[in-house]
């Protein structure tokens, strides 16, 4: 069973930065495809970035693209989400995933492992 841990969430007023990492717990995990998910209250969990294994392929929601960054870093188990020029319609509670396919889905239902979330949230 692969454990991923989510850090780096904070508290960021608009137009600032913030990177999140995540730590999967096996290292198989550099075969597998990972992805950032982001839910806000009373909305549903949205897809936000995917990486596929080699991270050669990279993919994003339409609201981030351009301010947002995922990158991996396989040597370190870890994946990052560089998040730039924030919105408050940022703010959610931002979540790890992990697809045991090496390939990347925009989808929850493509995921195999998710982690705890760590909060983000944008001040005006």
């Known amino acids: 069973q692969v454990q991923l841990v989510e850090s780096g969430g904070g508290l960021v007023q608009a137009g600032g930065s913030l990177r999140l990492s995540c730590a999967p717990s096996e290292r198989t995990f550099n075969n597998y495809a990972m992805g950032w998910f982001r839910q806000a209250p009373r909305k549903e969990r949205e897809f936000v970035a995917a990486?596929?294994?080699?991270?050669?392929?990279?993919y994003y929601a339409d609201s981030v693209k351009g301010r947002f960054t995922i990158s991996r870093v396989n040597a370190k188990n870890t994946v990052y989400l560089q998040m730039n020029s924030q919105k408050p319609e940022d703010t959610a509670l931002y979540y790890c995933a992990a697809r045991r396919s090496g390939t990347s889905s925009y989808y929850t239902s493509g995921y195999n492992y998710w982690g705890q979330g760590t909060q983000v949230t944008v001040s005006s």
């Open positions: 990486i596929s294994w080699s991270g050669g392929s990279t």
